[in-house]
């Protein structure tokens, strides 16, 4: 296992999560109680739930990446057996529906569209966050102030506010940023001669 921290955040919508498909009109019962994500079913709500502990216990003997379930692990291995490769680029990819996922950026197939504005994705999660934008929603809520956010990378760069985490740092300086466009500035503004 290679040296690099075994958390792992997800910022894509999960397979299994009930925003993907925002107008079906089925029972969400399950919410998890930190990003406020909703669940058809208890144990894929159980399966999220490790993603925000940190609990990655299975690692991939190949890589070294960590996995919260055994179940994740075998998925993350056919990526290495190439079981789901693309035949336009070669990537590999962990299940056959990440793969169709995958071949529509060659095709330039855009399945899913805005209902209010005819905009068209080629994901279903892009589908879900666009649709934030119309509706206001905002299901990322912080449970240290009153802040909430419509995409869950947001709240997890604003949760740096908190915890005081710096993970970008400078490779000429060794400077710390929380953001990494805050990194970027600084490397143009103080390590380039390149000036705005």
């Known amino acids: 296992?290679?040296?690099?921290?075994?958390?792992?955040?997800?910022?894509?919508?999960?397979?299994?999560?009930?925003t993907e498909h925002p107008h079906d009109d089925k029972p969400t019962p399950f919410v998890c109680s930190v990003c406020n994500k909703r669940f058809m079913r208890k144990d894929i709500l159980n399966l999220h739930r490790k993603t925000h502990t940190g609990n990655n216990v299975y690692s991939c003997n190949e890589c070294g990446k960590c996995c919260s379930s055994l179940n994740s692990l075998r998925l993350h291995m056919n990526i290495h057996r190439r079981k789901h490769s693309c035949t336009e680029c070669g990537k590999?990819?962990?299940?056959?529906?990440?793969?169709a996922r995958h071949m529509r950026s060659h095709?330039?197939?855009k399945p899913f569209e805005c209902t209010v504005c005819n905009k068209q994705f080629t994901q279903s999660?892009?589908?879900?966050?666009?649709?934030?934008i119309h509706?206001?929603?905002q299901p990322y809520k912080c449970l240290r102030c009153d802040m909430a956010?419509?995409?869950?990378?947001s709240l997890n760069s604003h949760m740096r506010v908190h915890t005081g985490d710096k993970p970008y740092k400078?490779?000429?300086?060794?400077k710390s940023f929380s953001q990494s466009n805050n990194l970027q500035t600084h490397k143009?503004?103080?390590?380039?001669?390149?000036?705005?």
């Open 1 to 18: 296992m290679t040296g690099e921290s075994c958390f792992e955040v997800k910022i894509e919508a999960d397979n299994n999560d009930i």
């Open 92 to 99: 590999c990819c962990e299940s056959p529906s990440h793969l």
């Open 107 to 109: 095709s330039g197939e």
């Open 125 to 132: 999660g892009a589908l879900v966050r666009h649709s934030r």
């Open 135 to 137: 509706s206001g929603e």
């Open 149 to 153: 956010f419509s995409q869950s990378g």
């Open 170 to 174: 400078c490779s000429l300086c060794n």
């Open 188 to 196: 143009r503004l103080v390590h380039s001669n390149v000036k705005p």
